[in-house]
């Protein structure tokens, strides 16, 4: 690797800017770097922790619910005053047409279907546990563990295939071990009786938070913050290029410039850091494009819950989070986000709002002024195990390392991380076994 005066030199570089890169440099400050960098395309800190302003609106893409005794704060504990305490319910839409529980429901999902249903239900659950020896699939997982019957009536089964973007059965186990244990818990005898003897859901442990009113810029600005008090330096908005190493050092092109690293961190896509290095996928790694329309309403709405789930046997949208309940009406209008697979209605804003207004207007969700604020378009939103996607993960990972490249996070190490607080102790993890 030539020297160069236009090269810069830092101890370690950070590629990415969301949950997983920040931490990374915090980490890394605490491990006696003098002088970090972190690198972005993006143009604000946060990854996929995106808000969206549409006049006087503020919406996600995504929905995104933090704790205040998240790990995150340990490294900015100055967010924790940023947030906004709030308590969310969470709610879905059966494939009967009616709004219940999230998840599951004693009451509607067993209860409510009567002696007939019950004994159909059971024979199913008994037949898939002699019959499915071997997982394969998170289809096969989800039966196992409610039956086909269940699978269908809660809905479950409708909601795998929009969130995937294709047939539960062609998603590998590995995911719905690592992210789908909750069907596993609802399914045990004694967690059953225990919730259908309670009167009411148990209390999270901790408070309930939302970012701020201005948006995650806002908030993440304050880890900028820090993490420049303490050395760090933030090229954001830029383009990568080529990515070479050599005598345990890291070269990477930034526009006319040259980065120069002792140690390189990646939370990037991990096809996106193989292409840096000039290294050919063995295969592609299938990831979700995530479609958010964006909406303000006037009227009366057909559910209570401020996170509703798509569990019916119609509509393409998956998830929609009311904004509103969180921080008030804008200009005597609620507002809200809604997630679909960007597969399932062609890349195309339009017919994901004709498809949705469709169907919420069937089942009497949203009956008044309904209008279509904006959308956006998130490529990489999450990934999906299709068949030794995880093996082939591992095997990229290996390839990089043996570069001397730490590849982490949901992007960097091909891993459905849902919340920041799984986000930061992966990090953690990853990068203090160095």
Not at 18 to 31: D, K
Not at 302 to 327: C, E, M, P, V
Not at 338 to 347: G, K, M, R, T, W
């Amino acid at each position: 690797m030539a020297d160069s005066v236009d090269c810069e030199r830092f101890d370690a570089v950070v590629l990415g800017a969301g949950i997983s890169g920040l931490v990374a440099a915090s980490i890394l400050q605490r491990q006696g770097a003098r002088s970090v960098l972190v690198i972005d395309e993006y143009s604000c800190l946060g990854g996929n922790h995106i808000d969206c302003k549409v006049g006087d609106y503020t919406f996600d893409v995504g929905s995104y619910i933090f704790q205040d005794d998240s790990p995150l704060l340990a490294h900015f504990p100055e967010l924790l005053s940023l947030y906004i305490p709030i308590s969310p319910s969470w709610g879905r839409l059966t494939p009967q047409g009616f709004v219940t529980h999230y998840p599951l429901s004693i009451a509607d999902d067993l209860l409510r279907a009567g002696p007939i249903e019950w004994i159909l239900i059971l024979g199913s659950v008994i037949a898939a546990r002699l019959s499915r020896r071997r997982i394969r699939s998170a289809e096969d997982f989800a039966t196992f563990w409610i039956g086909a019957r269940m699978l269908m009536r809660s809905g479950l089964g409708y909601y795998l295939d929009r969130f995937y973007g294709f047939p539960a059965d062609k998603v590998d186990a590995k995911f719905a071990e690592k992210r789908m244990l909750w069907i596993r818990e609802h399914a045990r005898l004694r967690n059953l009786f225990r919730r259908w003897v309670s009167s009411a859901p148990p209390s999270p442990p901790n408070q309930q938070l939302a970012r701020p009113r201005e948006g995650f810029s806002f908030l993440y600005r304050k880890a900028e913050e820090r993490l420049e008090a303490q050395g760090a330096r933030f090229l954001l908005g830029v383009k990568m290029g080529r990515l070479e190493s050599h005598d345990g050092t890291f070269s990477i092109a930034v526009g006319d410039r040259r980065i120069v690293g002792g140690r390189l961190v990646s939370t990037i896509p991990l096809s996106q850091i193989q292409a840096l290095c000039g290294l050919q996928a063995q295969r592609e790694l299938k990831t979700v494009t995530l479609m958010s329309l964006f909406y303000s309403y006037s009227g009366q709405r057909g559910f209570k819950q401020s996170i509703l789930y798509n569990f019916s046997s119609k509509g393409a949208w998956k998830r929609l989070t009311i904004h509103s309940d969180f921080y008030g009406k804008c200009g005597g209008r609620e507002f809200f986000s809604v997630e679909l697979n960007a597969e399932h209605v062609a890349h195309d804003a339009r017919a994901g709002d004709r498809d949705f207004r469709e169907h919420t207007k069937a089942n009497r969700l949203f009956l008044g002024d309904l209008r279509l604020e904006g959308s956006h378009l998130l490529a990489n939103a999450y990934p999906i195990y299709t068949e030794n996607a995880d093996e082939d993960a591992k095997h990229a990972m290996a390839v990089l390392a043996k570069l001397g490249i730490e590849s982490i996070g949901r992007q960097g190490s091909f891993d459905y991380q849902p919340t920041a607080r799984d986000s930061t102790l992966k990090a953690e993890a990853a990068l203090q076994r160095r």
